[in-house]
């Protein structure tokens, strides 16, 4: 299996105006392809991280490359992220067809040339009943699924997600799971998914980073190897999953102990 | 939860979710009852007082009278009232058109915003009824006059809740457009403006009651100084005549459509609201 580095940092560091540290020295490589989980305590510099792979912020000091995609001025690769945030982050006044449409229809694409790719993008996540559907009429976890199918309509190689699934119950969240790993090996995606659950990053990813708060760094880097799909409980009570989500779980422990407290 | 129709005989409630049906239902009545009782109440309560006192029809006229006053002179009121009405409107549309440009190009600029929000503040603080006589002064056009104080009176509260609404799109939305390479007119168009939607609607429905008192108060002003024919004049003219009932029947049709103008506000607000925004929607639960 030969990969390809999608994205490179390079001892990346982001200071705010009002003095804040929030990255120091950061460094990850990302493979194409691959399913990378940020794991850590809440305010170690994953979302600002997120933002800054996604152009919505800038660094301070060290860099960013993208060694084999096609690059616009802004220096970022063309058209090919997505995000999805914590919450669904949908436009409550358009249906969720036309939520969907919005990524196409910011680059020029007329509701019926959209109509085929939002379609498929719904049916993708299995809501192709509900095109006409207000997002007040939805459940939380449809709301995430239409938020997934507006990310994911743009046939994006790099989809950033920042604790998508945090605030949705646990029987929704583990299917949702699913659903995500079972589009990545479809889409050919390549995901960068922010959490705070040890076990959701165990579970999803092919590699877990962890970092420490104060400064936001990278403290350790968890290699999860078992193929996919990996087939829900049976891989929940294999020794790999137990072992990384171990290592991972010690790894954040030491990342806590050694900033202070919350 | 199959077919639950509305008139199936018999649905099981527990004894909580009786009292709530009962209680929506008398809620839905008395909504209209209540008012017209109260309505119904005032008028006989007026009538009697005026019966019982004595008091002249030239200091507070019956209830019957009034309604005389109104059938009697009803087209010269209705011809002043079209001509409120007119200054009414132009002006609502202009406080449209004004308040929701100001407030996009405040949303363009903080700069502008702070450089011109303070005087938005000043003309809403100072009273209209001290400005008009400087107006007309300054003003030939009785027309432009009346327009121009109504105006000042009802752009405010669309000028400034427009500029809150445009403010208070979703962060992460914001952050999306950006992703996507959204241009500032595709942000405004696609975001900020339907971000804003509920925020202007809510100033649309003070600036209609707002923008007839602007009008009548101006044609207070402008009326003392000679021609008019708006429903102001109407009463100024009523009141050196001694004609009382004339007044009563001009204040009442004032006020009858100041809440028709609120309903129709209201009305405007749930069409483009009732689908989508949690202000325009029943709750079930
Ligand atoms: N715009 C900002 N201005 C100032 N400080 C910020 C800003 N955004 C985040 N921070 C700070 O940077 C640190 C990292 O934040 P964040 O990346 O949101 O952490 P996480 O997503 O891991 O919880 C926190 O201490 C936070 O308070
Ligand atoms: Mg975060």
Redesign the interface.
């Known amino acids: 299996m030969t990969t390809n580095t999608l994205l490179s940092l390079k001892q990346v560091g982001k200071t705010f105006s009002n003095g804040t540290v929030a990255l120091q020295d950061m460094s990850l490589d990302v493979q194409e392809g691959s399913f990378v989980s940020l794991l850590g305590p809440s305010g170690c510099g994953k979302s600002t991280a997120l933002k800054i792979i996604a152009g919505l912020g800038n660094l301070t000091t060290g860099n960013m490359t993208w060694p084999t995609a096609t690059v616009d001025q802004l220096g970022r690769p063309d058209h090919e992220i997505s995000f999805v945030f914590q919450e669904p982050t949908l436009m409550l006044w358009a249906t969720v067809f036309d939520n969907v449409w919005l990524p196409l229809r910011l680059k020029g694409v007329k509701k019926k040339a959209a109509r085929a790719a939002v379609e498929e993008a719904l049916e993708m996540v299995g809501l192709q009943d509900f095109a006409t559907s207000y997002p007040r009429e939805l459940s939380g976890g449809m709301k995430m699924r239409v938020s997934i199918a507006r990310a994911l309509v743009t046939r994006p190689k790099l989809l950033l997600m920042d604790e998508p699934f945090a605030a949705l119950d646990e029987i929704t969240r583990s299917k949702l799971n699913d659903d995500l790993l079972r589009l990545w090996q479809k889409m050919n995606w390549t995901v960068i998914f922010v959490t705070h659950s040890v076990f959701e990053s165990a579970y999803l990813s092919d590699r877990i980073v962890v970092m420490a708060a104060r400064p936001g760094r990278v403290v350790a880097d968890i290699a999860v190897d078992a193929p996919y799909p990996r087939g829900g409980a049976e891989f929940r009570s294999s020794p790999t999953y137990a072992e990384a989500s171990n290592t991972a779980s010690k790894a954040l422990h030491a990342a806590m102990q050694s900033g202070d407290h919350l | 939860m199959t077919k639950s129709a509305p008139n199936t005989p018999e649905i099981q409630l527990d004894p909580v979710e009786l009292r709530k049906a009962r209680i929506a239902r008398n809620e839905r009545i008395g909504r209209w009852l209540l008012p017209i009782i109260v309505i119904v109440l005032t008028i006989v309560g007026w009538d009697l007082f005026c019966v019982i006192n004595e008091v002249p029809h030239y200091v507070i006229p019956r209830p019957g009278r009034v309604l005389e006053a109104l059938i009697e002179d009803w087209s010269l009121l209705i011809s002043s009232l079209g001509a409120t009405l007119v200054i009414t409107f132009s002006a609502l549309t202009l406080a449209i058109v004004g308040g929701v440009g100001l407030a996009i190009l405040f949303a363009q600029s903080k700069w502008v915003e702070m450089s011109f929000f303070p005087y938005a503040i000043m003309l809403q603080v100072t009273p209209i009824i001290v400005i008009a006589p400087l107006i007309f002064i300054y003003v030939d056009s009785k027309f432009a006059g009346l327009l121009i104080c109504a105006w000042i009176v009802a752009f405010f509260p669309i000028l400034s809740n427009t500029t809150l609404g445009l403010k208070s799109a979703?962060h992460?939305?914001v952050?999306?457009?950006?992703?996507?390479?959204?241009s500032r007119w595709?942000t405004l168009r696609?975001?900020r403006l339907?971000s804003a939607?509920p925020y202007f609607l809510g100033g649309l429905k003070i600036a209609g009651g707002l923008s007839l008192i602007g009008a009548i108060v101006a044609e207070f002003v402008a009326g003392s100084g000679g021609a008019g024919s708006g429903l102001a004049f109407r009463i100024l003219e009523a009141s050196y005549r001694l004609n009382i009932p004339r007044m009563f029947a001009a204040i009442l049709l004032i006020s009858f459509t100041g809440i028709l103008i609120f309903m129709a506000m209201s009305f405007l607000s749930w069409l483009f609201l009732h689908?989508?925004?949690?202000s325009a929607?029943k709750r079930e639960i």
């Open positions: 979703d992460n939305l952050d999306m457009m950006k992703l996507y390479g959204a595709q696609f975001l339907p939607l689908k989508w925004h949690e929607i």
